[in-house]
């Protein structure tokens, strides 16, 4: 692995990512108009776009099919009207981040690693986010305030692996990242560090020379873990942006919600999991829904996850086949979903 010399930008100069994030769609009306869509889909989107509010980048719209109020990247993103709607059993913190906050911002929640919530923020509003409802305010220290969670990580010699989530961790400037890791880097006992990032995927001019330069000159063993959904969503661009990735000496993953009506198909699947490898990506989770209020409309029901799950096994090779779980607040592990009971 060849060291980069990482290329930042001072605080006052925007490099094309941040341009591009800036300009992302913030309005409903204006994405029903940028793909050709019946504005009578606007008042529902306007009211659930009040409580959590639309943002998609431009580079992610282009992949939509105009005039489908179907396509499945669109679904992920439009506010609907289902999200106001109470459900039982959908809660605020359906993966126990809350009982976990060891300090502000870090969650220790399995044995080994810990996972810091970097920022609040993120490239892109998924509609089923299961940190919707997260107090970024309140969980989020600055930048200059992490000694306390450094110290936390210093004093557990059993923590091997940090994850920098949020968020997305991506949408940070890089000397900011880099920072943050030139510090983790001086704790001898840490040895892997790993991003949960879907910014590359809805924007990959993030993937940049900055990023790469860090990233390739960590003594950490680096680990991006990416969140498509759906084949759509790897074009060209995207998979550009995960080569160079990869040329950085970064070993890539994938995981996915399982989604109704955008992904709750077995040729869908497969065909997400063929085009994962020819990018250079592994399969790793397909996670059950996490059961955050406002996203019922999204969840595939058990037996429908295992009854898809056997297609795949049928069909890949095992390497190709991701790992049906999902998450239990206080649990030791992600739980597979693969047993009769739900």
Known sequence: MTAMIPVFSSPGQARPWQRELAGAVRCPAQLLRMLGLPQDLLPAARRAHRRFPLRVPHSFIRRMRRGDARDPLLLQVLPHQDELEAVAGFVADPVGDHAAERLPGLLHKYHGRVLLVTT???????????????????????????????????????????????????????????????????????????????????????????????????????????????????????????????????????????????????????????????????????????????????????????????????RLPGYLVPRLVREQAGAASKLPLEGKGD
Not at 165 to 177: A, T
Not at 196 to 202: A, K, S, Y
Not at 219 to 234: D, G, K, S
């Open 120 to 314: 609040g923020a993120c490239a892109v509003h998924c509609r089923y986010c299961f940190r919707q409802h997260f107090p970024y305010g309140e969980a989020n220290p600055r930048f200059d305030q992490w000694q306390a969670s450094l110290d936390y990580i210093r004093a557990d010699a059993s923590i091997r692996e940090v994850i920098l989530s949020g968020g997305d961790p991506l949408s940070l400037r890089d000397d900011k990242l880099a920072e943050l890791v030139a510090q983790l880097e001086t704790i001898g006992h840490l040895r892997i560090l790993r991003l949960h990032t879907r910014l590359p995927v809805v924007l990959p001019s993030r993937v940049d020379e900055a990023l790469l330069g860090w990233l390739a000159g960590t003594r950490l063993r680096p680990v991006v873990v990416v969140h498509i959904n759906h084949p759509a969503e790897l074009d060209s661009e995207l998979e550009r942006a995960l080569g160079r990735l990869r040329d950085a000496g970064v070993t890539l993953l994938n995981q996915s919600v399982l989604l109704r009506g955008i992904n709750d198909d077995a040729e869908v699947l497969i065909r997400l999991s063929e085009r994962l490898f020819e990018a250079g990506v592994m399969p790793y989770y397909l996670h059950a829904l996490d059961r955050v209020a406002g996203s019922a409309r999204f969840e595939v029901e058990s037996r429908r996850a295992r009854d898809l799950l056997v297609c795949l096994r049928n």
